[in-house]
């Protein structure tokens, strides 16, 4: 099946009646010839250059030997457009089409020309071709001229629409195969020529497989999908075109009272079917100065420094007046003195500067709104969570923006400080309010912009978020063995987090502290113990871990003071020992007691008489706490009187 037949089959259009808004998009293809669409409409009004040698080439006049174009079915892919106050970006202008000019008109009823036996057919250009590294193209649409202009900046506004975006369709992959392509060619005086229809910062050319969101029948494809508008689907649209391109401005300087060739031209990529079309703003290709687009708070664009000098190049010839619109009048005034070709303005308002060459004048205005300084971001102190996990982010914003109106601010959250820096991968809003930080202390990144211009300069701070709860669960661990020579042992506790890393203290014994970083405790005595945790932020909340060190008292005073009164063996029940087996021995090797683990222990008597001081001996018989292994273990204490 050749390739003509499958595109046939993938398209399975329907066609509809669709009858046409006012707000959509007209074309008319006999009310200006094409010498007064690029005189009249594309540039406008200028004494101030010339243009001469307009040629142009489309399905009416190609002259390809190939050429098969259906009787009556002629294609003018050259017209003048207008958008009858819809929402085209704009009001009117120039179309070059890949197909008859006039099925460009909206909303969309389907793909035009684009079945197997209808569609027109016409030859390509190889310049197109060579710029897209492609076999062929097909149905290429030209305008060429010659121009001369005493200014030294050229440009021009163009959109880009074409049936080829499918790829709100499923299965749709003509935007990943056919780089349907437009390019406007300058060739300067001294015959270098270059293209000037590239996507922005790049030198990739405007042409469909280049300029579309992500596809899942390419998804390795370079593309720039922030240049890519919308999808229309069928019965909506402005155009009868299936997608389009944002507004792109082409522009060059060049060597005033030169004379230079342009070329504007548009094919379809393999084959012929499947329209494309570019859209020339009227009056925008411009042989004059320039001052640059409006720079205005609804602009997101406005001045944030004290001043701005506008102005252009300094010219070879003419002389300069810059003006003020006055409100009150409502006509540009002349500002006294200001006849420089630059010129530094403080306060918002229009400007305008006249450029007065010998036979001629050109103007240019601007908008120029001023707005307070760069945004400034304060540090807004540590947040603390008592109960959970869950933060609200924009608890910081009134400390971080100084109680200043948040309209007057953008301000976002973001995890690290490149991400804020470079304005990506901000924290969704939508998670502000119940955030879970990676972690339980985690650093937040705070960048705040001015909302009228993304010239100020951003601010910067950060902060900390640390959860107060306390550990899930709280382990402990004796380093000794029962029975360490000395009778002092290293404890470490360890603390599994509630939820992700926690930041914890620790106490001996009092749940009131101290409370030291360190999770390891020295010198710790026999008998049963508490070590008690806590988040390092004190929120009152503590987890506890009871354990035993299994050892015996080296000294007893039995005098009846309360203190010290008997001899024992310390954390026998509590180590799972209660089948344990003490025996008391005298120096000489007498048996004098014999204890069971749940006794209160030797009071020093021997059948009642109090035993004199001296040193006694001990033989205990035990399992080991934790591994169980049978020991016996035998030392001596002393009794004091």
Same mark, same amino acid.
């Given at each position: 099946m050749n390739q003509l037949i499958i595109r046939f089959l993938q398209l399975g259009l329907l066609c509809y009646?669709?009858?046409?808004?006012?707000? /959509?998009?007209?074309?008319?293809?006999?009310?200006?010839?094409?010498?007064?669409?690029?005189r009249d409409v594309l540039i406008g009004s200028t004494t101030c250059g010339e243009v001469t040698n307009i040629t142009y080439r489309t399905?009416?006049?190609?002259?390809?030997?190939?050429?098969?174009?259906?009787?009556?079915?002629?294609a003018n892919g050259i017209g003048y457009f207008q958008s009858n106050g819809g929402p085209f970006p704009?009001?009117?202008?120039? *179309?070059?089409?890949?197909?008859?000019?006039?099925?460009?008109?909206?909303?969309?009823?389907?793909?035009?020309?684009?079945?197997?036996?209808?569609?027109?057919?016409?030859?390509?250009?190889?310049?197109?071709?060579?710029?897209?590294?492609?076999?062929?193209?097909?149905?290429?649409?030209?305008?060429?001229?010659?121009?001369?202009?005493?200014?030294?900046?050229?440009?021009?506004?163009?959109?880009?629409?074409?049936?080829?975006?499918?790829?709100?369709?499923?299965?749709?992959?003509?935007?990943?195969?056919?780089?349907?392509?437009?390019?406007?060619?300058?060739?300067?005086?001294?015959?270098?020529?270059?293209?000037?229809?590239?996507?922005?910062g790049t030198n990739q050319p405007i042409a469909v497989t280049n300029i579309h969101p992500p596809n899942p029948a390419c998804p390795d494809a370079v593309t720039y999908p922030e240049y890519f508008d919308r999808y229309n689907d069928v019965g909506t649209g402005a155009v009868n075109y299936s997608g389009q391109t944002v507004a792109f401005t082409a522009q060059s300087t060049v060597i005033p009272n030169q004379q230079y060739h342009i070329k504007l031209a548009i094919a379809d990529d393999e084959d012929e079917q499947v329209d494309s079309a570019i859209f020339l703003r009227e009056g925008s290709f411009?042989?004059? *100065?320039?001052? &640059?687009?409006?720079?205005?708070? /609804?602009?997101? #664009?406005?001045?944030?420094?004290?001043?701005?000098?506008?102005?252009?190049?300094?010219?070879? %010839? &003419?002389?300069?007046?810059?003006?003020?619109?006055?409100?009150?009048?409502?006509?540009?005034?002349?500002?006294?003195? /200001?006849?420089?070709?630059?010129?530094? %303005?403080? @306060?918002? &308002?229009?400007?305008?500067v006249d450029v007065i060459l010998p036979g001629c004048t050109v103007s240019d205005e601007i908008n120029? @709104?001023?707005?307070?300084?760069?945004?400034?971001?304060?540090?807004?102190?540590?947040?603390? #969570?008592?109960?959970?996990?869950?933060?609200?982010?924009?608890?910081?914003?009134?400390?971080? *923006?100084?109680?200043?109106?948040?309209?007057?601010f953008t301000v976002n959250f973001y995890q690290s400080a490149a991400d804020a820096e470079a304005d990506m991968n901000a924290i969704p809003m939508a998670n502000w309010g119940a955030y879970q930080p990676v972690g339980g202390e985690?650093?937040?990144?705070?960048?705040?912009?001015?909302?009228?211009?993304?010239?100020?300069?951003?601010?910067?701070?950060?902060?900390? *978020?640390?959860?107060?709860?306390?550990?899930?669960?709280?382990?402990?661990?004796?380093?000794?063995?029962?029975?360490?020579?000395?009778?002092?042992?290293?404890?470490?506790?360890?603390?599994?987090?509630?939820?992700?890393? &926690?930041?914890?203290?620790?106490?001996?014994?009092?749940?009131?502290?101290?409370?030291?970083?360190?999770?390891?405790f020295e010198g710790v005595g026999p008998g049963t113990h508490v070590i008690y945790a806590r988040n390092s932020e004190d929120c009152g909340l503590t987890a506890s871990a009871p354990f035993t060190i299994l050892d015996f008292i080296r000294y007893f005073t039995p005098n009846n003071d309360g203190f010290h009164d008997t001899w024992n063996i310390l954390g026998l029940e509590e180590t799972g020992n209660s089948n344990a087996r003490i025996f008391i021995f005298d120096r000489y090797g007498k048996l004098i007691k014999q204890l069971i683990p749940n006794s209160p222990g030797w009071d020093g008597t021997y059948n009642g008489v109090p035993m004199p001081a001296d040193d006694y001996w001990f033989r205990i018989e035990y399992r080991e706490p934790g591994d169980g292994t049978p020991k016996k273990f035998s030392a001596h204490f002393s009794l004091i009187r």
């Open positions: 009646a669709v009858q046409v808004s006012a707000q /959509a998009v007209t074309v008319d293809v006999n009310a200006f010839t094409v010498e007064e669409l690029v399905g009416t006049n190609a002259t390809d030997p190939e050429r098969d174009i259906p009787t009556n079915q002629e704009f009001q009117g202008g120039v *179309i070059l089409a890949t197909g008859d000019a006039r099925d460009a008109r909206g909303p969309v009823t389907g793909l035009p020309n684009s079945g197997l036996d209808d569609s027109p057919r016409w030859q390509g250009d190889p310049e197109l071709a060579n710029i897209i590294s492609s076999p062929e193209t097909f149905n290429a649409t030209i305008i060429e001229f010659d121009f001369v202009t005493a200014l030294d900046f050229i440009s021009f506004d163009f959109i880009m629409a074409s049936n080829e975006f499918d790829g709100n369709l499923e299965g749709g992959e003509f935007e990943c195969e056919f780089s349907d392509v437009f390019a406007f060619l300058l060739t300067a005086p001294d015959g270098t020529t270059t293209n000037l229809a590239i996507v922005p411009d042989l004059g *100065i320039d001052l &640059g687009p409006d720079r205005t708070a /609804a602009d997101v #664009s406005a001045v944030c420094t004290p001043e701005l000098t506008l102005g252009e190049e300094v010219l070879d %010839v &003419g002389t300069y007046q810059w003006n003020f619109f006055d409100e009150n009048s409502g006509v540009f005034v002349p500002i006294a003195g /200001a006849d420089e070709p630059f010129y530094t %303005v403080t @306060e918002s &308002g229009r400007y305008r120029v @709104e001023f707005v307070d300084a760069s945004p400034i971001a304060l540090p807004p102190g540590d947040l603390l #969570s008592c109960d959970g996990l869950v933060f609200d982010l924009a608890d910081s914003i009134p400390a971080i *923006i100084d109680g200043g109106d948040p309209n007057d985690q650093t937040i990144y705070v960048r705040v912009d001015n909302p009228m211009s993304t010239e100020c300069d951003p601010a910067f701070t950060e902060f900390v *978020i640390r959860s107060g709860i306390p550990p899930e669960t709280l382990t402990v661990e004796v380093a000794q063995a029962s029975f360490t020579p000395g009778g002092r042992y290293t404890v470490i506790a360890t603390a599994t987090p509630a939820a992700n890393e &926690g930041v914890y203290t620790y106490s001996l014994d009092d749940p009131n502290g101290p409370y030291q970083n360190s999770p390891v």
